[in-house]
């Protein structure tokens, strides 16, 4: 996993789990529900970029 994918991984999962709790906080589904998907996709990429990973090694 390169440097640079695993930061983009982990600011989209920072960056909605702060939506989903500003959401949360101030009783707005839509937003805690967009930093659910935000949250979900930063998590994605981080498993694609293992899985890369992880074939590169076996290759």
């Known amino acids: 996993m390169t440097v640079e994918h695993k930061i983009d991984a982990k600011v989209d999962q920072?960056?909605?789990t702060a939506k989903e709790?500003?959401?949360?906080?101030?009783?707005?589904?839509?937003?805690?529900?967009?930093?659910?998907?935000?949250k979900g996709i930063g998590k994605v990429k981080e498993t694609?970029?293992?899985i890369?990973?992880?074939?590169k090694e076996k290759l």
């Open 21 to 38: 709790t500003y959401g949360k906080v101030v009783g707005n589904k839509k937003v805690e529900t967009e930093g659910k998907v935000e």
């Open 14 to 16: 920072v960056k909605g």
């Open 52 to 55: 890369k990973d992880d074939i």
């Open 48 to 50: 694609v970029e293992k």
